[in-house]
């Protein structure tokens, strides 16, 4: 008798920088998500469809959950609370030393959708560190189906965990066609990468004041054009961004260039442009320019 197919969706959420696109990028086996150490590198809510045989599972990676403080906040929790009202499980991600916070938890003690609680980072764990840990969270958040200790970062217990969420997918037809991975352009990822790299070169509040739109992809026989556009929110910072004689932005673009050729897996031209956009982080009507909004 054949198995019946499975699908359903899985939203991932938890506090900034825990390690939920780490995580979903393990269970998926790809680089869909980008990490940096970074706390809310995350702006949107980015898909990853994992196919199988027998199965089909929708993730969603989401920004971390954190109080609005501009208007791009405000954009950032919509995605998460669309993305918990859409799931048919959500992965709570905690890393080790994080303690329970009544503020940010209290909502998942009322939620009916099956949480899966999963502490990660447990390759930093001492002594009885993971026990106690999971005796803290199984004391203030009893609600839960099941808690899981990986480490998302080396793959220990991430198989078990994908198990377990297959175990809980509801039987279902495919929602998206079997060789479709994310819900994401090309050029969104050709963004994010960009965006990665301006988090990873650039110090304080540069990367947080920075968007990338990317205004021309072309993709020929052998190579993909690519015209990136970087805002930032004032003069001084479009310096920062090219640096020294142009120095700052040609080491940017030459590591988003190696990355987008590993990712696309074809030659890429970059062409990177820095323009300032005066507080777009404050601005609506600047954020539905970006996509943001919809
Ligand atoms: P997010 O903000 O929750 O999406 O977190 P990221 O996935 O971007 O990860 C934040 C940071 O935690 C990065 O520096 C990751 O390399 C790191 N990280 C993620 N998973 C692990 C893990 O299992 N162990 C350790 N030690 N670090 C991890
Ligand atoms: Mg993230």
New binding site residues.
């Given amino acids: 008798m054949p198995v019946p197919f499975k699908s359903g969706f899985v939203s991932i959420v938890?506090?900034?920088?825990?390690?939920?696109?780490?995580?979903?990028?393990r269970l998926m086996g790809e680089q869909l998500?980008?990490?940096?150490?970074k706390?809310?590198?995350?702006r949107h809510r980015i898909m990853g469809i994992l196919n199988s045989e027998d199965y089909q599972i929708v993730y969603s990676?989401t920004?971390?959950i954190l109080e609005p403080q501009y208007a791009l906040h405000s954009a950032m929790m919509t995605y998460v609370k669309v993305s918990l009202e859409d799931a048919d499980v959500i992965l709570l991600?905690v890393?080790l030393g994080e303690k329970y916070d009544a503020l940010l938890f209290e909502r998942f003690t009322r939620i009916q959708t099956p949480i899966l609680l999963v502490i990660?980072?447990?390759?930093?764990a001492k002594g009885s560190q993971v026990h106690d840990k999971i005796e803290h969270w199984k004391e203030h958040l009893p609600n839960v189906t099941q808690i899981i200790t990986?480490?998302?970062?080396?793959g220990?217990n991430t198989k078990e965990l994908l198990d377990t969420v297959v175990g809980m997918m509801p039987e279902h037809p495919a929602y998206f066609p079997k060789d479709e991975f994310t819900d994401r352009t090309e050029r969104f990822f050709a963004s994010e990468i960009v965006r990665e790299k301006i988090f990873l070169n650039y110090e304080q509040e540069v990367p947080y004041s920075t968007e990338v739109s990317i205004t021309s992809f072309k993709e020929e026989e052998k190579i993909i054009r690519i015209r990136a556009e970087i805002y930032v929110e004032r003069d001084s910072q479009k310096g920062i961004i090219i640096g020294k004689a142009g120095s700052a932005l040609k080491k940017l673009g030459m590591d988003a260039r190696a990355d987008m050729e590993n990712f696309f897996q074809k030659k890429i031209f970059l062409e990177t442009h820095v323009k300032v956009a005066d507080d777009w982080r404050k601005h609506q009507n600047k954020l539905k320019h970006f996509g943001y909004l919809e």
């Fill in positions: 938890g506090k900034p920088n825990v390690g939920k696109s780490t995580l979903m990028n998500s980008i990490i940096t150490p706390a809310q590198t995350t990676d920004p971390g991600v890393e990660n980072k447990i390759d930093q990986v480490s998302a970062r080396d220990v």
